[in-house]
């Protein structure tokens, strides 16, 4: 009976590290295609035969780097599951930083004028909290290596 649970939750951690390499492959893909997407976009605003100027508008600006942002949450996504095909744990520093890069992202291409004053009170305390987190990580981290 316990060679079988054995089997059976080896047999589970085998699936779940496939399932994981499939995730991170998938992921690459996904990050590859938004990559490509970009180099296309900024192309088409930088040689738009519309306008005379060979300069972005700042609605262009604001587009093209939501793009940059979600293409660095996509790779520190991409890490975090390396991390966790590679060592079985999900690292919550990375898992942080992905929070806050996502959340950055939201504070630049915040339109204030859209949402109320309490909406964005509360933006702010979830970017204190989230760096609170990430800064007592940290410091967890450089305490167990002295």
Aim: one cysteine or more; proline letters at 1%.
């Amino acid at each position: 009976m316990n060679k079988d649970i054995d089997k059976g939750v080896s047999l589970i951690l085998t699936a779940k590290k496939w399932m994981s390499f499939v995730v991170l492959i998938l992921m690459a893909i996904v990050v590859t295609i938004a990559i490509v997407e970009l180099g296309i976009i900024l192309y088409l605003d930088l040689f738009d035969p519309t306008d005379d100027v060979l300069f972005l508008e700042i609605n262009e600006l604001f587009r093209i780097f939501g793009f940059f942002f979600i293409i660095l949450i996509g790779f520190e996504l991409i890490e975090t599951v390396e991390m966790y095909f590679k060592d079985n744990v999900i690292h919550a520093e990375v898992v942080l930083l992905v929070a806050v890069i996502a959340v950055s992202r939201k504070v630049i291409l915040l339109d204030l004028e859209k949402y109320d004053p309490l909406a964005i009170i509360g933006l702010g305390i979830i970017i204190i909290a989230l760096g609170g987190c990430y800064w007592f990580i940290k410091l967890s981290y450089r305490s167990k290596n002295v």
